[in-house]
């Protein structure tokens, strides 16, 4: 059975190595899609800061290769009103690229949060950025990540807010890594499920904690009971495919591209049409 889908490649699975490079890797593989990094501090191969003509050469670069921009990954501190003003900048950033999506952890991505809310407050400061989602016709996918680990703890947030426009965006393995020992990861995104409109799709290997993200396939994920839940319940969000490789990163350039490959050769074999 072919599955048809949209799906990505997150641009931070080039951390450390040029938006130029992620762009020919992921389409050499075979991908359509691709999944935009503007973390601030952490991969910033797009930004709010670059000029007119920096913007329109990767829009050019994108053009060529013949990959779409699906979403854009714009890890803020949404807990800190300090940082709305960032959001906001990287919603606009999104909506010249033609993303559909913009992604944020609640906290910042890799970088020591400033400030921390209560679920209620946090939920009132990501509703002031619903005006501007309508505006650039954007979905902001929470993803969780850290304190918000899990799917279950998640969508207690996306409760909250009560806007087609926000919707949790699921990563499998930060699931794990940050979510309590031996989750039941099929659990967790099922309890999620109706509020999940965006998923990075990231392996696991090794222990709980230890950071040891490979290419799809490689890990110790089974992601065939996740499909068929999504299949079975009509799901069709997006994927993002997002590989973080180990502590000490990728070899070089050539293992990153390889590990591209693979997780289309994993994809494929599981019946996705990419």
């Known amino acids: 059975m072919i599955l048809k889908r949209i799906i990505a490649v997150n641009s931070n699975t080039y951390h450390g190595f040029s938006l130029k490079d992620a762009i020919s890797g992921i389409k050499a593989a075979g991908f359509n899609y691709i999944e935009l990094t503007a973390t601030k501090g952490w991969t910033e191969h797009v930004f709010p800061t670059m000029s007119l003509n920096e913007l329109y050469e990767v829009e050019e670069q994108l053009i060529e290769a013949g990959l779409t921009p ?18 906001i900048a990287n919603i606009r950033l999104a909506h010249f690229f033609g993303c559909k999506y913009i992604i944020s952890s609640i906290g910042e991505a890799h970088l020591e949060d400033q400030a921390e809310l209560s679920d209620q407050k946090t939920a ?28 279950k703890q998640l969508k207690k947030i996306v409760d909250l807010i009560d806007s087609e426009r926000v919707v949790v965006n699921y990563d499998t393995a930060n699931a794990i890594f940050y979510g309590e020992e031996n989750l039941d ?33 490689r890990g110790n994920i089974d992601f065939k009971p996740l499909f068929k839940l999504l299949k079975e319940s ?13 502590e000490d990163g990728p070899a070089d350039l050539a293992e990153v591209n390889q590990a591209v490959k693979d997780s289309y050769q994993f994809l494929k074999e599981a019946g996705f049409k990419l």
């Open 70 to 87: 699906i979403s854009l990954s714009g890890h803020t501190n949404l807990m800190d009103n300090n940082r709305l003003d960032d959001f």
């Open 124 to 151: 009132e400061n990501i509703k002031t950025l619903i005006p501007y989602l309508e505006d650039y016709g954007l979905i902001l996918g929470l993803e969780n990540h850290g304190k918000h680990g899990t799917g």
């Open 185 to 217: 990861l099929k659990a967790d995104l099922k309890f999620a499920l109706d509020k999940v409109g965006h998923l990075h799709l990231k392996d696991k290997a090794g222990a709980q904690k230890e950071w040891n993200f490979p290419a799809l396939g």
């Open 234 to 246: 009509e799901n069709n969000s997006p994927f993002s495919i997002e590989i973080e490789f180990r």
